[in-house]
Nanobody, 117 residues
Framework: QVQLVESGGGLVQAGGSLRLSCVAS????????MSWYRQAPGKQRELVAWITRGDRTNYTDSVEGRFTISTNNAKNTVFLQMNSLKPEDTAVYYCNVLVGGRPFASWGQGTQVTVAS
């Protein structure tokens, strides 16, 4: 079972930037769709962005134009560059592999992003 470890979260002022990283225990990103999810307090986990093995990207409307998902050449790390952050972006962010459009791996511990107004 692949293990995923997220990092890079923190506290930032509105309008600021953060770069999240997710490292997989194996180089799986070349064969799977990789994704970032987030879960805000009291809300369901939501899909934020995903990237295909051909580097095609998609974003949920609320982050389009502000967030960028990418992977490294070794295809074992996925990044989420988050710019122009808003307080409503505050959440725990998780990565996962998508199989059939659904998260496949066990969830990691996530990384907390807090955006202060």
């Amino acid at each position: 079972q692949v293990q995923l470890v997220e990092s890079g979260g923190g506290l930032v002022q509105a309008g600021g930037s953060l770069r999240l990283s997710c490292v997989a225990s194996t180089s799986i990103f070349s064969i799977y769709v990789m994704s970032w999810y987030r879960q805000a307090p009291g809300k369901q986990r939501e899909l934020v962005a995903w990237i295909t093995r051909g580097d095609r990207t998609n974003y949920t409307d609320s982050v389009e134009g502000r967030f960028t998902i990418s992977t490294n050449n070794a295809k074992n790390t996925v990044f989420l560059q988050m710019n122009s952050l808003k307080p409503e972006d505050t959440a725990v962010y998780y990565c996962n592999v998508l199989v059939g459009g659904r998260p496949f791996a066990s969830w990691g511990q996530g990384t907390q992003v807090t955006v202060a107004s």
